[in-house]
């Protein structure tokens, strides 16, 4: 079974999703190829428990909103 069959089996039983979400698109992308899914719900968890931030890195925040525009 070549690769691309393999995977085309993998989305049928995973139950072949699609989004047009770039949100969804960027999570995805980052679980499957940079962190585990475990690091990324303990994040969300945190940011879930947020009320008001400050942050220490104010370029780093901006940076932060600008990519949570370009995401919207």
């Not at 995977?7 to 770039?22: D, P």
């Amino acid at each position: 079974m070549s690769v691309g069959t393999k995977n085309i089996a993998m989305r049928e039983r995973s139950g072949s999703i699609n989004s047009n979400s770039k949100l969804v698109s960027f999570l995805y992308l980052l679980m499957r190829d940079h962190l585990p899914a475990g690091v990324i719900e303990e994040i969300v968890r945190d940011a879930e428990e947020t009320t008001d931030c400050q942050f220490t890195n104010g370029w780093l925040a901006k940076y932060a909103e600008d990519l949570k525009d370009r995401l919207k």
